[in-house]
């Protein structure tokens, strides 16, 4: 696969890339490509686009600059994406015109807590075909008996419910490894961390809400791979303090997310708490006549609380994610 830069943008920390009709051998020069044409997408929503967005403007490791040719198309895009993924539209859009509109990547896995939990039993045979793994919502997971399970993995991406990644240092087995997404998940240590003479081909580090520990060291560890070619993204390093305080805390996506302010936050989550141990202490007592109307009364005055809170942002992005708070969570 190959593309072209079409544009830079400093203060984005972004590039153009239109991607092109081509595939075949890794040319040296761009004499190599002969004639080229922009990638248009007709696979599934796509109208006839062109294969144009930008993408964050660290370089990754594996590609190469060919040279320069006549620019293709002068316009900029208005899509954005973090992953430089060349040659995925490209093997999406030939499938498609092979009629296989149900293409999916060859050894790509998405998996539920409880089927990881199946794969990754003691007897579950090693899976060395799959590059890619994805797993949500986990509660835990053993970097042992994954590496073991998936030695091969190009791609992982790990997501928690403020779980435990036990083992994690093992992952430095995964010598292939080009691209590790984490959130969510606690148990790390600066003993853990990831080591570039270990993972040397590592393109992409993204690690949001893990332990401050961890954070911290894997940010120093991998600052100075920047300029070889790996993105580093590590937001929101929690200290232990936060997880004990956020075991039961359904609002602890919000803390530091963009457009929510610390204030705002705090507020919401004191109010939580409020209404939460007012429903307890109501629902504890001796139950009357009276239980029915107070517990409304305490649904209205949370619900107003929030109004309340919302009205000082403009922000509709926020509007929206506090309106789908599920009444369960109380």
């Not at 997404?181 to 570039?196: N, Q, R, W």
């Not at 081909?201 to 949001?208: A, F, G, M, Q, V």
């Not at 109501?282 to 609380?305: F, I, K, N, V």
């Not at 509007?319 to 789908?324: A, I, P, T, V």
Request: aromatic content about 6%; some cysteine; overall charge neutral.
């Amino acid at each position: 696969m190959a593309a072209q830069i079409t544009n830079v943008d400093p203060s984005w920390k972004k590039v153009g890339v239109l991607e092109l009709d081509w595939s075949g051998r890794e040319p040296s020069t761009t004499d190599e490509l002969g004639h080229v044409e922009p990638l248009r997408l007709t696979h599934h929503s796509w109208n006839g686009d062109l294969a144009h967005a930008n993408f964050d403007w660290v370089l990754p490791r594996s590609y190469r600059v060919l040279g320069r040719l006549p620019l293709l198309h002068d316009q900029r895009s208005n899509r954005y994406t973090s992953c430089w993924r060349l040659g995925d539209q490209l093997a999406r859009q030939r499938a498609w015109v092979r009629g296989e509109h149900d293409w999916q990547a060859p050894g790509a896995l998405e998996l539920t807590p409880e089927e990881l939990g199946q794969v990754l039993d003691d007897a579950a045979p090693s899976q060395k075909t799959v590059r890619s793994l994805k797993a949500t919502g986990l509660a835990e997971v053993d970097g042992d008996r994954l590496t073991a399970v998936f030695p091969n993995l190009r791609s992982l991406t790990l997501d928690g419910n403020l779980g435990e990644f036990l083992n994690s240092g093992k992952l430095n087995r995964l010598s292939q490894l080009k691209s590790l997404f984490i959130s969510d998940l606690f148990g790390m240590t600066k003993a853990d961390c990831l080591l570039p003479a270990e993972v040397p081909h590592l393109e992409y580090l993204d690690l949001h809400s893990v332990p401050a520990e961890y954070a911290h060291a894997m940010r120093a560890r991998w600052r100075s791979e920047v300029r070889h070619g790996t993105s580093v993204d590590i937001s929101k390093a929690r200290k232990p303090e936060w997880v004990q305080e956020n075991l039961e805390n359904p609002l602890q996506d919000w803390d530091g997310r963009e457009h929510i302010t610390a204030a705002r936050y705090k507020k919401a989550v004191g109010q939580f708490t409020k209404t939460k141990r007012d429903i307890r202490s109501t629902l504890d007592s001796q139950p009357d006549e009276s239980t029915l109307a107070r517990l409304s009364d305490l649904g209205r005055e949370y619900a107003l609380a929030f109004n309340r809170l919302d009205g000082r942002s403009r922000s509709s992005r926020l509007r929206s994610e506090r309106s789908c708070l599920p009444p369960s969570t109380l």
